[in-house]
């Protein structure tokens, strides 16, 4: 399984951007998929989750109001929304995805139930 995420890019403070994860070996329809991010020097963080269906979503509290997660299921892309950039924004952005469909969205903000990551699409915020 392997997890594709694209979308980013150099912006300015304010700007917005679009990343994308899609995967090619697995559908993402039955699972759940979480955005996670990593600055220089930082340690990985969440960002964002949906449930299988779309339905359910969770942030992190810094990310409330300015990113939105959603998921296509017919596309099998999930999308994360990012509006009102800001430089402390720039980071590595990863998406993942569970190898299991038990999980439930108290469970989305830990690192440890993703087995599949993708590449991660480097964000950049200038101010």
């Known amino acids: 399984v392997q997890l594709q995420a694209c979308g980013g890019g150099l912006v300015q403070t304010g700007d917005s951007l679009r990343l994308s994860c899609t995967t090619s070996?697995?559908?993402?329809?039955?699972?759940?998929v979480g955005w996670f991010r990593q600055a220089p020097g930082n340690e990985r963080e969440f960002v964002a989750a949906?449930?299988?269906?779309?339905?359910?979503?969770v942030y992190a509290d810094s990310m409330k109001g300015r990113f939105t997660i959603s998921k296509d299921n017919a596309k099998n892309t999930v999308y994360l929304q990012m509006n009102s950039l800001k430089p402390e924004d720039t980071a590595v952005y990863y998406c993942a995805t569970p190898s299991e469909r038990t999980w439930t969205p108290s469970d989305y903000s830990r690192q440890t139930i993703y087995h599949y990551w993708g590449q991660g699409t480097q964000v950049t915020v200038s101010s």
């Open positions: 949906v449930s299988w269906t779309g339905r359910n979503t």
């Open positions: 070996g697995r559908t993402l329809y039955y699972y759940a």
